[in-house]
């Protein structure tokens, strides 16, 4: 299930192609807070790090999911996840061809993906060029 989601919130074509690593923990934990995607991210514990909360079964699934190829960590101290379009449009495919006979799931992904879309592009400006985010 943390798969799907996962495709389903990474894949949106708004995001950034390059996104905080913090943010996505920031969107998620808020997220789940919110008793219409318990069922989807209920399985995400999360514990207050020094500036947001992070989840450990979060960063398993970013790693595997890095790990096929879909996206990338292209800096050593893993601060931003890098999807690109082909990674994105790779994403929904999966997705589609895997919640096909499911179209209810589909849709509840698609909402919590829209939330998540919205979170995540409110914290990143553009600051003379440089990515950034802000104080969570």
């Known amino acids: 299930m943390l798969g799907d989601v996962l495709l389903a919130t990474l894949s949106a074509e708004a995001l950034p192609e390059r996104i905080p690593i913090k943010s996505v923990h920031s969107a998620f934990s808020e997220l789940s807070t919110a008793s219409k995607y318990a069922p989807l991210l209920g399985s995400?514990?999360?514990?207050?790090?020094?500036?947001?909360?992070?989840?450990?079964?979060?960063?398993?699934?970013?790693?595997?999911?890095?790990?096929?190829?879909?996206?990338?960590?292209?800096?050593p101290d893993f601060r931003y996840l890098r999807v690109d379009p082909e990674g994105r449009a790779a994403m929904r495919e999966v997705l589609q061809r895997h919640l096909q006979s499911d179209p209810g799931k589909l849709r509840e992904l698609e909402a919590l993906s829209q939330e998540f879309q919205q979170k995540v592009s409110s914290w990143i400006g553009d600051e003379g060029g440089k990515l950034s985010l802000r104080d969570l």
Do not use: K
Request: proline share 6%; hydrophobic share 45%; charged share 20%.
């Open 44 to 75: 995400l514990a999360f514990v207050t790090g020094p500036d947001v909360p992070v989840s450990e079964d979060l960063e398993i699934a970013l790693f595997r999911l890095c790990s096929s190829g879909l996206c990338t960590v292209d800096n």
